[in-house]
């Protein structure tokens, strides 16, 4: 079936730190991929995607490049600032239906120190 | 502002009542789906509808229903409640004409059983 593993947290780093977060999916065909982020106490809101291998969604400083060799997806940010703190969500949509349910990770929590 | 407007924003209601959550999606998106967020369930999907039809349902409980109307705006109907129903429920919406479609989320229903 369809799933998504994302690094657990919480993550904790300091300002301006270099930020990885590791997404890897198991999917048939070719899904997209699509990494939300969740502010405190706010909704859902669309980060970045990716529709096809090699793409690299970039939104914010942040980027994802779609590795379909390694399933994938993992988040960067060079420089992370304090108002990064969030849960961020990995998420794909298989690619076999036009209308198919988006399939989540299990989120990771991070956390900046100025 | 992702364009899926939920109502009410926080609710708070007894146990063994009834609510009902509403969700207008994005102009001309023809999906809703819904979903629910728990402290130690994650996002769960619960149902989507495509152009006023079930398409696919998920973990939704039987005391649960939904539906699409004409207009597109959808409802979700929590009945005989109990206090582990509390949670955010997210509505969100996807044009669905093709694949790889972004799926935009609302802010969310707070949702308090007490």
């Known amino acids: 079936g369809n799933s998504v593993t994302q690094m657990e947290g919480p993550v904790t780093l300091s300002e301006e730190a270099f930020l990885t977060i590791n997404c890897t999916y198991t999917a048939t065909g070719y899904p997209s991929l699509f990494w939300y982020v969740q502010y405190p106490g706010e909704g859902l809101q669309l980060l970045l995607k990716?529709?096809?291998?090699?793409d690299k969604g970039s939104n914010k400083g942040f980027e994802a490049t779609y590795r379909k060799e390694t399933t994938s997806f993992h988040l960067e940010k060079g420089s992370v600032q304090v108002s990064d703190s969030a849960v961020y969500f990995c998420?794909?949509?298989?690619?076999?239906?036009?209308?198919?349910?988006?399939?989540f990770g299990s989120g990771t929590r991070l956390s900046i120190r100025p | 502002d992702s364009g899926v407007t939920q109502t009410p924003k926080h609710l708070i209601t007894a146990t063994g009542q009834r609510v009902t959550l509403r969700c207008s999606p994005r102009?001309?998106?023809?999906?809703v789906y819904w979903y629910q967020q728990s402290l130690d369930q994650g996002l769960q999907f619960l149902i989507q509808y495509y152009n006023g039809e079930e398409r696919a349902k998920g973990n939704i409980l039987e005391r649960f229903s939904a539906q699409q109307f004409p207009d597109l705006h959808s409802e979700l109907n929590l009945s005989s409640l109990e206090l582990g129903d509390s949670a955010l429920y997210f509505c969100?919406?996807?044009?669905?004409?093709?694949?790889?479609?972004?799926?935009?989320f609302g802010e969310g229903s707070w949702l308090t059983v007490v």
């Open positions: 990716a529709t096809k291998a090699d």
């Open positions: 998420a794909l949509r298989p690619g076999y239906s036009s209308a198919s349910k988006i399939i």
């Open positions: 969100a919406s996807s044009v669905d004409r093709g694949g790889g479609n972004t799926i935009y």
């Open positions: 102009s001309g998106d023809l999906s």
